[in-house]
């Protein structure tokens, strides 16, 4: 007998855990319609539960993107006043989200501070958290507690694909591709990790830039990324991850963005050329956020990432400097970090 759905005490609960999808028999899917949202509740759980986040006191945190809309969703849940310090990344739908919520957002300009925007942010965090002694900051770049939140992920992929060979995940702060991998270890499996970048971004090596594909990707060397626990590591362009976004749809009815279509874009790649090994990749968000970028045909042509012919396959380098314009792979083989950093 069919076992009843569950009844969830909060939208926060009901949200929080992926499902697993089958796109091969070979290949599987864990989708989230908000991954950001698991870290944002288990960080602000801890601090709750550690004295460090007392009652209705404010939480400040930087983003730009998906751990913000997690935050502001976890904060309003329990009552902590929020203010997220963004840049011009976010949208204008986002930023309303955020505001309904009761988030306070403060948007910092300053490309060319050292590491990019991303440490004009920390910066103005820093400022910020010197005037309010009791707030409290999530640090999802260097909290622990963000890949340690993907204990419950790894444990529902044992018990529902069994074995896997390879999980492949975008890397933005390292939580969930590392998380899940060190925790996929409790349960007996040793996966190769197959971490997802793009171009403009300086976590393996490459030089600080512009970076369309926003969500994966970083100006900075956040904590939470453990170099030495990637395997390989593909970069992939906005073009790229926003036509297979829309393949996703078109041809399997995903509603998914474009971090999603850039570790699709891997996985799919591995599961073709590899049929007798199990491959799992991470799909961070649904697409709602995208319908008037990536899912619009004259958004795409207008900013000129229009590239419905894609290679079928990565260009393989020994240096992370030689990339492709739309898909580079190279063999990390669980290397320490780079040790040239550029800010652009």
């Given at each position: 007998m069919n076992q009843?759905?569950?009844?969830?005490?909060?939208?926060?609960?009901?949200?929080?855990?992926?499902?697993?999808?089958?796109?091969?028999?070979?290949?599987?899917?864990v989708v989230f319609s908000l991954m950001k949202l698991l870290p944002a509740k288990h960080i602000v759980e801890q601090a709750r539960s550690s004295g460090l986040l007392a009652p209705?006191?404010?939480?400040?945190?930087?983003?730009?993107?998906?751990?913000?809309?997690?935050?502001?969703?976890?904060?309003r849940h329990?009552?902590?006043?929020?203010?997220?310090?963004?840049?011009?990344?976010?949208?204008?739908?986002?930023r309303t989200r955020l505001e309904m919520l009761g988030?306070?957002?403060?948007?910092?300009?300053?490309?060319?501070?050292?590491?990019?925007?991303?440490?004009?942010?920390?910066?103005?965090?820093?400022?910020?958290?010197?005037?309010?002694?009791g707030a409290f900051v999530?640090?999802?770049?260097?909290?622990?507690?963000?890949?340690?939140?993907?204990?419950?992920?790894?444990?529902?992929?044992?018990?529902?694909v069994g074995r896997v060979d390879r999980l492949v995940g975008p890397v933005g702060s390292g939580g969930s591709s590392g998380g899940?991998?060190?925790?996929?270890?409790?349960?007996?499996?040793?996966p190769r990790v197959v971490g997802v970048d793009t171009p403009g971004s300086v976590i393996f090596g490459l030089d600080n830039g512009p970076r369309a594909l926003r969500g994966l990707g970083s100006s900075i060397r956040p904590g939470n990324v453990v170099h030495r626990s990637y395997d390989e590591v593909h970069w992939v362009s906005a073009a790229a991850a926003f036509e297979t976004t829309r393949r996703l749809f078109s041809e399997r009815g995903m509603f998914v963005g474009p971090?999603?279509?850039?570790?699709?874009?891997?996985?799919?790649?591995?599961?073709r050329r590899d049929g007798g090994e199990s491959t799992v990749a991470v799909f961070p968000d649904d697409g709602y956020r995208y319908q008037d970028t990536v899912y619009s045909e004259p958004?795409?042509?207008?900013?000129?990432?229009?590239?419905?012919?894609?290679?079928?396959?990565?260009?393989?380098?020994?240096?992370?400097?030689?990339?492709?314009?739309?898909?580079?792979?190279?063999?990390?083989?669980r290397r320490p970090a780079p040790e040239h950093v550029s800010a652009g």
């Open positions: 009843p759905p569950a009844v969830y005490g909060s939208m926060v609960e009901a949200m929080v855990m992926p499902r697993i999808v089958r796109l091969r028999p070979n290949l599987h899917a209705g006191a404010p939480v400040l945190e930087t983003s730009s993107g998906t751990f913000a809309l997690g935050l502001a969703l976890v904060c329990w009552g902590h006043p929020l203010t997220i310090v963004g840049d011009p990344a976010i949208d204008p739908a986002l988030t306070r957002v403060e948007i910092v300009d300053d490309f060319d501070a050292p590491g990019g925007i991303q440490g004009a942010r920390l910066a103005r965090l820093e400022e910020l958290r010197r005037a309010l002694p999530p640090g999802q770049y260097d909290n622990p507690g963000n890949p340690g939140a993907y204990l419950p992920v790894a444990e529902l992929i044992a018990t529902t899940i991998s060190s925790a996929l270890r409790l349960f007996g499996a040793d971090t999603s279509g850039a570790a699709h874009l891997a996985a799919d790649w591995y599961a958004w795409l042509r207008e900013h000129g990432h229009w590239a419905p012919d894609l290679p079928e396959e990565p260009l393989l380098v020994e240096r992370p400097e030689a990339t492709d314009p739309h898909w580079t792979r190279i063999e990390w083989g």
